[in-house]
């Protein structure tokens, strides 16, 4: 079965390309003409992008180095052991939201302390596979194409974002505790 899932997945991305350039052949669309103005548009979209993602990376150093995210993990772990969640978890579980980058420090930090195959290993992926940074897409995104009000998409995220962290929590303690 496994060796199954490991042909389609090398075979996945080559299949759609190919599908992809069929489909501009058969309906006479100039593929590689539309590839570069995408390619300059993305370009475009990327310097427009630089200044919201200046702002983020700014307030997370800032965040990470006064020590008010230690601080803030100290005042949760009592409430965490009780409920029986790491506390060496929760930073990633804070900074998710606001920064894959950040994040995938903590993730790679918790990795490489208590090993890939550890209860806390696998909590670290599980959870960061599982949540997304909804400040980083309402910054940059939503900035980008000058939306202003984003309220409900900011709450909706942040309960995708918890929801994520506690099934997270839930199922790899059910399967590997």
Partial sequence: MIDLFTTISVWLVPLLIMLIL???IIRRV???EVFVEGGKEGLHMAVSLLPFLLGMLVAIAILRSSGALDAFIG???P????IGVPAEIAPLAILRPISGTAALGV???IIQTHGPDSFLGKLASTMQGSTDTTFYILTVYFGA???KRMGNALKIGLI???IGIIMSVIIVTWLFA
């Fill in 160 to 162: 995708a974002d918890f």
């Fill in 30 to 32: 100039p593929a590689y």
């Fill in 79 to 82: 409430f965490l052991s009780m």
């Fill in 107 to 109: 993730t790679t930090d």
């Fill in 22 to 24: 069929m489909m501009a």
């Fill in 145 to 147: 194409v000058g939306i």
């Fill in 75 to 77: 005042l949760l772990e």
